[in-house]
T-cell receptor, first 118, second 111 residues
Framework: GAVVSQHPSRVICKSGTSVKIECRSL??????MFWYRQFPKQSLMLMAT?????????EQGVEKDKFLINHASLTLSTLTVTSAHPEDSSFYIC????FGTGSNSPLHFGNGTRLTVT | QKEVEQDPGPLSVPEGAIVSLNCTYS??????FMWYRQYSRKGPELLMY????GNKEDGRFTAQVDKSSKYISLFIRDSQPSDSATYLC???????????FGEGTQLTVNP
């Protein structure tokens, strides 16, 4: 089945630094990838939609200058949390839909990145 | 009112029990329905997806959709301790590519 790889799985950083999270589709091409955020015991909240070769679309309330998204190829999207603060500590999960399968095909998720900002 | 409502549980059952997990939704534009399983500190894993009303079966799992009632269910037969996880329903619209997730139901299957 479709595999989405996310790296790193866990990162601890100091307040004010930036952190980059990578999301790769390993055995399929993905023109669209999605970035979610999940707080403990809560559901997934969509942050942004990443489109290969174009600017990401951010959900209301998500700061695009703080959460930089780059989707440079059909298999890689990156999320950079800039000037991270403790309130940015969360579980970040990417997902992807296989290219050519239509907007109704299921999403496949990475294993998430747990970010802790001290 | 949330677009998708899911009882967060927690739900605790003995091994071998039949488990019923449910979600309701309010938007009639939702046309495709998915169930994900999420173990602690892991990303969601797709279990089942369906586009139509009725039942879809895969091994011990059965997904049921009733569009007239805007109600979806996931049944797990012969539940196992390894089924202990959080189960998330996710529902999509006919146009675009967003998924709206339920809050997730935490399930524990006791040996």
């Amino acid at each position: 089945g479709a595999v989405v790889s996310q790296h790193p799985s866990r990162v601890i950083c100091k307040s004010g630094t930036s952190v980059k999270i990578e999301c790769r589709s390993l055995d399929f091409q993905a023109t669209t990838m999605f970035w979610y955020r999940q707080f403990p015991k809560q559901s997934l909240m969509l942050m942004a939609t990443s489109n290969e070769g174009s600017k990401a679309t951010y959900e209301q309330g998500v700061e695009k200058d703080k959460f930089l998204i780059n989707h440079a190829s059909l298999t890689l999207s990156t999320l950079t949390v800039t000037s991270a603060h403790p309130e940015d500590s969360s579980f970040y999960i990417c997902s992807a839909r296989e290219f050519g399968t239509g907007s109704n095909s299921p999403l496949h998720f990475g294993n998430g990145t747990r970010l802790t900002v001290t | 009112q949330k677009e998708v409502e899911q009882d967060p549980g927690p739900l605790s059952v003995p091994e071998g029990a039949i488990v019923s997990l449910n979600c309701t939704y309010s938007n009639s534009a939702f046309q495709y329905f998915m169930w994900y399983r999420q173990y602690s500190r892991k990303g969601p894993e797709l279990l089942m997806y369906t586009y139509s009303s009725g039942n879809k079966e895969d091994g011990r799992f059965t997904a049921q959709v009733d569009k007239s009632s805007k109600y979806i269910s996931l049944f797990i037969r012969d539940s196992q301790p390894s089924d202990s996880a959080t189960y998330l329903c996710a529902i999509g619209e006919t146009s675009g590519s967003r998924l709206t997730f339920g809050e997730g139901t935490q399930l524990t299957v006791n040996p």
